[in-house]
Structures are given as C-alpha cells and as structure tokens.
C-alpha cells in the first residue's frame, strides 16, 4: 500500500516530487466539532485526497477519498446506515475501508476498500497517522490532560509553507527576541529527544517554558508567566510541498477559561509576526553558528525521520 523510507536528506523531505511521502506523524484533518454525526468533509492531505466521517459509534475514521470503482469522490457521499455510501454507485464502505454493499448484487472484488489512517480525537481536532500503523502517541499539550484544562481549537487554514520548516520556530529561541520582541530568554542545555518527539524545559523562578515537538509538524508548550499557566499548540498537515493547511489550539487550567480570549490573542500576534517570514521564505539549512545548535540538533531530527506514501 505504502512505500516507508528513512533518513531522507531535507530535499527529500519536500516530498512528492521524490516518491519518498511524507513524516510519518499524525496530521491534524479536521476539527471534531465540524465533524458533526452523518457530515463528510472532504480535505486535500498528503499529496492526495481524504474523507472524514464518524462511524455508527461516533468514532472518526479518515480514509482515502477516492472511490475503487470510478474514482468518484466521496466527500460528496453520505454515510447511510453507520457506511460511507459513493454518491455516484452507491458502493458503501465501513470503516475499517472494505466494501460493504454494492447494490446491484455483484460480487464485492476482494480489492474493493479504501485505505483507513490510524485516526484520533484530541484537542478538539481530528488526527490521523501517516502510515498503516501508528509509531507514538497523538500530539500532547506539556504537563496537561484534556480534563484538566478548559481549551479551544482553531482552524488557520491554507499556508503557504512546509509544516516541519514552521515547527523550527519551537526550538529557535534567538527569534523570540528578535522577531517577537520577547526577552531574552534562557535556552535550555540540551534538547530532549525520543522516538517521535523532541522537548525542551527551561524554568526559573518566575518563569516556564516547557516545549515539545510531535512529529515534525505539531509543537505544543506550556508557558507559565508572573504565575499564570497557558497552554498552547500549533500544528498543520502537508497539502503538497510547501503548502499546508494550519491548525491552533489554546488551554487555561480549568476554572479559569475566562483567560482564554487573551491568550489567543497572543497566538495570533505571534502567528501575525511570523506569516510574512514564513509566506515568503526560501528555507534552506543555511550557515549555523553556535547559537543555532538546538535547530541544527532539530534539524538532524527531520532529516532522520521516518516517511510514509499514502494511496494516491
């Protein structure tokens, strides 16, 4: 179904045009309460096409949006009857991809299914894994669970930029000062690197910063600031190389969501002070110097980072 490679170099890595996919991470689809019992959306993913519905149970399954007859596009179908029906045959498929029904009475070909991505629901987003099987755990928010915190998911939508070379942003703490206009802030000694994440932690008395990248498309930290504590995730999916469609979610602890007006508006700002950079940057891996270790370290992260093929 899919072709895995690895340890791809940073070209490779712009993907389509090489065969070689895409990170084999989890991309955020849709938001889940767009994803309302009986809707389809329709979403450009990877290269290709997907679909998005809920089965009979209410859970999300993301598969591959063309039809194995004709190639009709089934987020212009319905799901009937706990199936997603094709609008132009009527062929139905369940969740786990295989044909179910096709309503002539003709034998279902035993190559009649759809792929289905490893899908999960989290953070108000709907998330599904490039590859037949996922390799780690859906995107978390630092030192927070979703019944502990009162949150808010956001979609962006299209960018004109790779998710990965986005996500730099997370470990490049020069731009917090320079861009942002941030303080000097303490870089942390090492990063923290394990399969399928790479985190920091940088605390003071006054305060917190606690980061971590899923994937290379998902950075997601925790801030605590004159001794408030927020919460905040930026994420996207590859539409093709070098575009991408953006997602956001903030969090407060619970009780305190009157607080979550705020800090979205210092996402946008810091999402405002970043687009003119990244809509037009011509990213290459360029001359590093000492204080650009924690992004060469980053860098060698993507380089080394497994890729899947989805089903075209």
């Not at 991309?27 to 809920?54: H, K, M, N, S």
């Not at 008395?205 to 925790?222: C, D, K, S, V």
């Amino acid at each position: 179904m899919g072709v895995v490679s690895s340890k791809n170099s940073l070209a490779k890595e712009q993907l389509s045009e090489t065969g070689a996919g895409f990170h084999r991470s989890w991309y955020p689809v849709c938001l889940a309460a767009a994803l309302e019992p009986q809707a389809v959306i329709g979403r450009d993913f990877l290269g290709t096409r997907v679909v998005a519905w809920r089965d009979a149970s209410g859970t999300p399954v993301v598969q591959t949006a063309w039809c194995p007859h004709l190639g009709a596009d089934l987020s212009l179908g319905k799901v009937v009857e706990g199936r997603l029906r094709c609008p132009y045959h009527h062929w139905s498929f369940e969740s786990g991809g295989a044909c179910a029904h096709i309503p002539t009475g003709d034998k279902i070909p035993s190559a009649a299914r759809l792929f289905s991505y490893p899908t999960a629901e989290a953070w108000g987003i709907v998330w599904a894994f490039n590859g037949e099987r996922p390799d780690f755990a859906p995107p978390i928010l630092p030192d927070a669970e979703e019944g502990a915190v009162e949150f808010q998911a956001f979609e962006r939508g299209e960018r004109p930029w790779d998710t990965w070379v986005a996500v730099s942003n997370g470990v490049d703490f020069q731009h917090l000062r320079t861009l942002h206009g941030m303080p000097l802030t303490t870089m942390p000694e090492e990063l923290d690197v394990e399969p399928g994440a790479i985190g920091f932690k940088v605390e003071s008395p006054h305060h917190l910063q606690h980061g971590r990248i899923t994937g290379t498309n998902t950075f997601a930290q925790h801030l605590r600031l004159g001794g408030m504590d927020m919460f905040q995730m930026f994420t996207g999916a590859p539409i093709a190389p070098r575009r991408s469609n953006g997602f956001f979610v903030i969090a407060v602890p619970k009780g305190q969501g009157k607080r979550l007006p705020e800090v979205r508006a210092m996402v946008e700002r810091l999402n405002e002070e970043d687009a003119p950079v990244l809509n037009t940057i011509r990213f290459r891996r360029g001359l590093l110097t000492a204080s650009d270790r924690h992004l060469a370290r980053y860098f060698k992260y993507v380089e080394e980072f497994p890729t899947f093929l989805p089903p075209l």
